[in-house]
């Protein structure tokens, strides 16, 4: 069974520090990863997406992940975080052996302070 | 790019009645459309599969006569709540993948979500 874990519930940073949003994943086959964003009382936004190309994918808003298989991570980082990045972030596989259902993870709320 | 729609963005209603949720693609034709439901500093859960000119498919726990969902054309779902109770409050967003991406490595497409409050 395909799965994610995202390591770490809420991520505080200052404004114009890196970010980095954790997560893991359990897979039987190449996996396909997505990274998501929600703003409050909103849906959600696709970040990136990797799907066995490029291992370092970049994505809108600044942000990217490098998928390594040896560590099953796909971590999600951007060099300098703007006040507009506080939202909550989902890490995402897609299970091939069900149609491409989405396995979400818990999710990361990431705060920027000023 | 594909884009989801969804309608209302926010509801009340009172407990007892039934509330209508629409989910449309603007730009493309989807088969299928995935309703979730979201419970405050949580991730989503899978509800149901909307199949177009079939029935759709609840995941375990779901109440199929609770949540009444239609596909009657290639671009709009709705997902009915019925008899409507305070616990019912929510979060609901659907989504859809454009079929001319790959199911393999294709994103869903989600829609702003609705906010359901019961009184």
């Known amino acids: 069974a395909q799965s994610v874990t995202q390591l770490d519930s809420h991520v505080s940073v200052s404004e114009g520090t890196p970010v980095l949003l954790r997560c893991n994943y359990s897979s039987s086959y190449s996996p396909s990863l997505f990274w998501y964003v929600q703003h409050p009382n909103k849906g959600l936004q696709l970040l990136l997406k990797y799907t066995s190309a490029a291992t370092l994918v970049k994505g809108i808003n600044g942000f990217e992940a490098e998928f390594k298989k040896s560590e099953t991570s796909f971590h999600l980082t951007k060099p300098s975080a703007h006040m507009s990045d506080a939202a909550e972030y989902f890490c995402?596989?897609?299970?091939?052996?069900?149609?491409?259902?989405?396995?979400f993870g818990q999710g990361t709320e990431l705060s920027v302070k000023p | 790019g594909a884009v989801v729609s969804q309608h209302p963005s926010w509801v009340i209603c009172k407990s007892g009645t039934s509330v209508k949720i629409e989910c449309r693609s603007l730009d493309f034709q989807a088969t299928t459309m995935f309703w979730y439901r979201q419970f405050p500093k949580q991730s989503l859960m899978l509800m149901a599969t909307?199949?177009?000119?079939?029935?759709?498919?609840?995941e375990q726990g779901v109440e199929k006569d609770k949540f009444l969902i239609n596909h009657a054309s290639l671009t709009l779902s709705t997902l009915t709540v019925t008899s409507a109770h305070p616990e019912d409050s929510s979060f609901y967003i659907c989504s859809a993948r454009d079929p001319r991406e790959t199911v393999a490595n294709s994103p869903l497409h989600f829609g702003n979500g609705t906010r359901l409050t019961v009184t």
């Open positions: 909307s199949n177009e000119g079939s029935k759709a498919t609840y």
């Open positions: 995402v596989v897609s299970d091939q052996a069900k149609g491409g259902k989405l396995i």
